[in-house]
């Protein structure tokens, strides 16, 4: 028997009495596990394995198949239901995991995306910081967790520290200031100022006291985003279905008077 700390991330049907959830463990590894009689009303497991349960799991693998034992709840973030934008923040965050995160890890590689997840959901719950800056703050760090920082400490070609406006690479994970302009292979450049620049920096560098800890204006706070969006997007190669949903229903609505316009970040 094995036990450890985890989130469920997802649940799926399996049959007429059971589901398979998976679980970002303590170990920062995704583990598929199979839950025995969790459709049943009167079973302990209903809640302590639905979505976004933070739990002491024990586990059992038998012929192959992993199987729960029991579970021991930590914490349930149960208020992200009370809000639909919220829900599919946190089930897009659920989903990158998913699609980035290996089964298995090698013994003293540094990665913390469970804290990261954890920290946010908590912030996401209760409200107290912002989806829209929640959301490139889970995009970048999870990168920099992964090993696909962006490289952000001075301009590739001249080597400026902090220019006052920029030019971000997707393709290249790095930028260039305005003067030096960008390099051929750059298919999408995001023009940025410094303020966004530094932002990002936090977002990499900063330790977890100090992650979620700082604000950034609307104009900048759009640069930010759409960098972070478009960088976990090339670099990963996915495009969840939980972001195409958060996306839908977080959209601006146009009256019929008023035509779209494109903003210089």
Do not use: W
């Amino acid at each position: 028997m094995e036990t450890y700390k985890g989130l469920v991330l997802a649940e799926r049907n399996a049959g007429d009495r059971g589901k398979f959830i998976d679980i970002l463990t303590e170990n920062n590894t995704v583990q598929e596990v199979y839950v025995r009689g969790a459709k049943k009303a009167s079973s302990a497991a209903t809640s302590l394995t639905q979505l976004f349960s933070y739990a002491v799991f024990s586990i059992q693998q038998r012929n192959g198949r992993v199987y729960l034992d029991s579970a021991e709840p930590i914490r349930i973030f149960y208020r992200l239901r009370e809000s639909l934008s919220r829900l599919s923040l946190a089930m897009y965050f659920s989903e990158l995991i998913r699609l980035s995160v290996r089964e298995f890890r090698p013994a003293g590689e540094t990665c913390e995306v469970m804290r990261l997840m954890l920290n946010t959901l908590h912030y996401l719950e209760n409200g107290s910081r912002e989806e829209g800056l929640l959301k490139p703050i889970f995009e970048l760090r999870l990168m920099t967790e992964l090993g696909m920082m962006p490289d952000l400490l001075m301009c590739r070609t001249c080597g400026e520290f902090l220019p006052k406006r920029l030019y971000f690479s997707v393709e290249e994970g790095c930028f260039s200031c305005q003067e030096c302009g960008v390099s051929y292979r750059t298919q999408s450049p995001i023009l940025l100022r410094a303020p966004a620049l530094q932002a990002m920096r936090h977002i990499v560098f900063a330790d977890f006291q100090r992650l979620f800890h700082f604000h950034l204006g609307a104009e900048n706070l759009a640069g930010v985003q759409l960098c972070a969006e478009r960088f976990v997007q090339y670099h990963l190669g996915v495009f969840p279905e939980a972001l195409t949903f958060y996306h839908k229903i977080t959209a601006p609505v146009l009256h019929s008077e008023e035509e779209p316009h494109e903003q210089e970040l």
